[in-house]
């Protein structure tokens, strides 16, 4: 069992559950390796577009963090493997500030992801998991919410493309995210055909997915990002696929594990 996808207390809008309770917890599950992906501070200059501009870590946290997972991972080193790394965030504009994050940290870091969560709309930002609400707006704001997913698949490629120096990490997160409310506002029906394109692009550049369980407990999505068909469709792609829970408490360890098919993962 790999988990590569995992939150901890650093993160401003998880819960507080210490590192070491979600090491314990990954033992009692059986894991053999788990990477700590704390969602990186945003660029500086971004404006956090969620009303608690509590989307990512804060600078000043970094080094306690890098140090803390150090500590833990010497301590535990002969029960599981455990890496370091961050979600970072791809943010169209922003390449140079995230590269220079990568370059001060990379050198120290095991294993990272690289997501899209913010798109830039008409008129403002949006962060397009964070709430319904927030959502519908960007619909609006976008023209419609075929707009909104060639948005999100647009922004998806760029990550992929994008120069963000020699620590980029080549694993994409969540690559179906934007139907974190598809119960409520249903994808558009050539939605596959954009995320089949991504798939070419992964495919193209030796890049891997997160095979993320977190969508099958959001009560709006309930499916896995991505869904089992694309899972399916990618792995026979040669894509490399690497489950993550996304776990922003320790007891979520191992959610939707259930729901995939964990013969599509790496070992
Ligand atoms: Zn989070
Ligand atoms: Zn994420």
Not at 106 to 127: E, M, T
Not at 162 to 178: A, E, F, N, Q
Not at 214 to 241: D, F, N, W
Request: charged share 25%.
């Amino acid at each position: 069992m790999i988990d590569g996808h995992i939150h901890t207390p650093y993160c401003p809008h998880g819960s507080s559950d210490t590192l070491k309770s979600y090491i314990e917890q990954a033992i009692k599950c059986e894991y053999q390796s788990m990477t700590f992906t704390e969602h990186a501070p945003l660029p500086s200059t971004f404006e956090d577009p969620v009303p608690e501009k509590d989307s990512g870590m804060s600078f000043q946290q970094v080094e306690e963090y890098l140090n803390d997972i150090d500590r833990l991972k010497a301590e535990y080193k002969k029960e599981i493997h455990i890496q370091k790394g961050f979600e970072i965030d791809y943010i169209e504009g922003y390449e140079k500030e995230v590269e220079d994050f990568l370059n001060t940290y990379g050198p120290s870091l095991d294993d990272n992801i690289l997501s899209v969560h913010f798109l830039k709309g008409k008129s403002q930002w949006y962060c397009i998991d964070y709430s319904p609400d927030m959502f519908k707006e960007a619909i609006y704001d976008f023209g419609g919410i075929e707009r909104l997913y060639q948005a999100y698949y647009h922004s998806l490629n760029q990550s992929v493309l994008s120069d963000l120096g020699k620590y980029k990490p080549t694993r994409i997160g969540h690559m179906t995210l934007v139907k974190k409310f598809q119960h409520l506002y249903p994808s558009p029906e050539n939605w596959e055909k954009k995320a089949h394109k991504f798939l070419e692009l992964v495919r193209d550049h030796g890049y891997t997915l997160d095979y993320n369980g977190a969508g099958i407990v959001k009560e709006h999505c309930k499916e896995t990002y991505p869904p089992l068909p694309m899972a399916r469709q990618a792995s026979s792609m040669g894509i490399p696929l690497i489950y993550g829970s996304d776990a922003h408490t320790a007891s979520s360890l191992g959610q939707g594990y259930d729901s995939i098919d964990s013969r599509l993962l790496k070992l």
